[in-house]
């Protein structure tokens, strides 16, 4: 039937994202995509630090890419490696760095990776972030740690689509201790977020026209005779006839 192979094509994606991830352990691992194209599986690796991806000479693709071939029978798989530009707006790299400190340093000094973390987010532009780690930290007693600063959505759609969450594991002597990173990046979009559009300033400058007075028109000397009154006429008319008596 067509649900059973829709599930049983989702179940082998997710196989091979964990292979992939399982083999590139530590290389800033964000995000394993597989599209299916004509010519083949394309595997889409977004990771902070693509170099160790590769390997030398590009060892580590090509016993990866003969490995996916044997164990999920792909025909032509295609690895396409995309560098994670900021890395501190991403869960899962924050997460594998908290890891990777305590691995390194022990469970006393998880308080600094904390806060360290927490303040390399907010300087990146989150509007916030949380970090829990589980686990027997300091002491042999399991207890959870809570790092958190800003603003973050706990409930209802933004906290399902704007929010990003990574988990991972980081492995010590006294067992395994779970992390888990939450972050909104600063671009998400809240419904209770109100923007002023401010009005534009229209700005009426004057032109030459407008700021010369119009020019006067002057009369000629046969308009200026032509628009006296009658009343300064009639007395040349009088002295006329007058003579002439």
């Not at 990003?164 to 600063?186: C, D, E, R």
């Not at 671009?187 to 109100?194: E, G």
Request: aromatic share 4%; proline share 5%; charged share 30%.
């Amino acid at each position: 039937m067509i649900e059973r192979k829709f599930i049983s094509e989702n179940i082998k994606e997710f196989r091979i994202k964990e292979f992939v991830a399982d083999h590139l352990n530590r290389v800033g691992l964000s995000e394993v995509k597989l599209q299916r194209t004509p010519l083949g599986e394309k595997i889409v690796v977004s990771a902070s630090r693509p170099g160790l991806v590769v390997g030398r000479a590009g060892a580590n693709i090509q016993k990866l890419t003969k490995d996916l071939k044997e164990q999920f029978d792909l025909e032509n798989p295609q690895i396409e490696i995309e560098e994670i530009k900021e890395i501190n707006l991403d869960p899962a790299i924050v997460a594998e760095t908290i890891a990777s400190s305590m691995e390194r340093f022990g469970a006393k000094q998880f308080k600094g990776s904390g806060h360290r973390s927490l303040r390399n987010v907010m300087q990146a532009g989150a509007l916030g972030v949380e970090i829990l780690i589980s686990g027997k930290v300091p002491s042999q007693r399991s207890r959870t740690w809570r790092f958190y600063e800003g603003y973050l959505k706990k409930c209802g759609d933004i906290a399902l689509t704007g929010v990003k969450v990574a988990y991972t594991t980081a492995f010590l002597k006294t067992g395994a201790v779970g992390i888990k990173v939450s972050i909104m990046p600063g671009d998400t979009k809240l419904p209770d977020r109100v923007e002023l559009l401010k009005e534009p300033e229209v700005v009426v400058e004057e032109t030459d026209e407008q700021s010369e007075p119009p020019a006067k028109e002057e009369k000629t000397s046969e308009e200026a005779q032509s628009t006296k009154k009658p009343s300064e006429q009639a007395p040349e008319a009088e002295g006329e006839r007058g003579g002439s008596t």
